[in-house]
């Protein structure tokens, strides 16, 4: 079967009204503890929001961590893999340890195929892996895969889906990454409205962010100590400039992907009832 193809979200033009009805909604006076899904591309995603998905934990939230492939495809700095299914394993353990340092101990992986995604298998994956697990809240990339990488589009995609059909789910949450974080230390304004990092496109508007998060002292040791589980990934120089600039910047990002009527919980009571803002 081939690829099922969708559009990149947007509210109210090529993605279609995602408006539900009050009525599809059950117990709106719910502000008890939330059962929130992060949905990533693949192991070393999480380094984009280690300090938003540690401080739900330690609110004594639920956190399922679950990624699309095991980036079996990509490649291996430590040269300790020969085949794409060692690379998976290698993958796999990393991520694994690195959510460990988050407190996030729920973690699955789909094991999707990088170069052949399908919206039904991965939907089918989702909710299998769950078992019954009635999702309130979904954390995933934005529209632009902080970058265009295909498959944190990808993702995006389907965990968009799957907030759509799936009626327990609440709120969703988009992660991106606003221009005057990038402009203020290493990126480079174009024209005003398009900013570069290593030659890609690279951010979004600022008016754009609904909440902004700053990592407290901890949540920076668990991003350090995150980042360094990656060996396969990152080299240490890479390593040094990722830690370095989330301590010089300490702050994540969400953007409001349900703006819609007749929502359970609104999204500033979501926001104080998942940090306390």
Known sequence: MGNTQCPVNKIGSEWGDVTRSVNEFKNVNDFS?????VLLAHPDDEVYIPGILKNLIDRNHEVHAM???SGKLGSDLTSATSTPEELGTLRESEGTTAMGYLGVTDVYFLRQDDDSLNELNVLSAIDTSLSGTDIDVILTFNHTGLYGHDEHIG????ATQYFRQTDSVQ???YFDVPYSDIISSVGESVGGDITYVGGQ?????DDTIDFTYKMSASD??????LVDT???QFDQSKRDIIKGHVNLRPYEYLINGSKKSGVKISNDDMLNILFNV
Do not use: D
């Open 67 to 69: 990624f699309l492939t």
């Open 220 to 225: 920076l040791t668990a991003m350090e100590n």
């Open 230 to 232: 990656y060996v396969s």
């Open 33 to 37: 503890a939330k059962k929130v899904l």
């Open 171 to 173: 709120n969703l949450y």
């Open 155 to 158: 993702i995006h995609r389907f």
């Open 201 to 205: 496109s690279y951010g979004v508007s």
